[in-house]
């Protein structure tokens, strides 16, 4: 069964930036529509950023201009590059894959802790 794996995370102080990684283990990376959320104790899990097909990408207003994201058809592999980061964006980052109605799966997720 296909499946998606994360890393990347880790401990990194305010302003410093961390790349996170997200493979595939499918064989139709190429037209899977892929997200990244992130969810802290107590809260919702919310979207942080998503990359369609054909690559076009949107972020939520609290990352904008701080994260891309991005993705490799040959690694079958999305990343999210997260830059000046804050100690709000201390959260576990989870992955994301859609590809209609026959493929929805979640990664088991990756801890970013920044510090002040």
């Known amino acids: 069964q296909a499946y998606l794996a994360e890393s990347g995370g880790g401990l990194v102080q305010a302003g410093g930036s961390l790349r996170l990684s997200c493979r595939d283990s499918?064989?139709?990376?190429?037209?899977?529509?892929m997200s990244w959320y992130r969810q802290v104790p107590g809260k919702q899990r919310e979207l942080v950023a998503s990359?369609?097909?054909?690559?076009?990408?949107n972020y939520a207003d609290s990352v904008k201009g701080r994260f891309t994201i991005s993705r490799s058809t040959a690694r079958s592999t999305v990343y999210l590059q997260m830059n000046r980061l804050e100690p709000e964006d201390t959260a576990v980052y989870y992955c994301?894959?859609?590809?209609?109605?026959?493929?929805?799966?979640w990664g088991q997720g990756t801890q970013v802790t920044v510090s002040s």
């Open positions: 994301r894959g859609i590809r209609g109605t026959v493929y929805d799966e």
């Open positions: 499918g064989n139709s990376f190429s037209r899977n529509f």
């Open positions: 990359i369609t097909s054909s690559s076009d990408t």
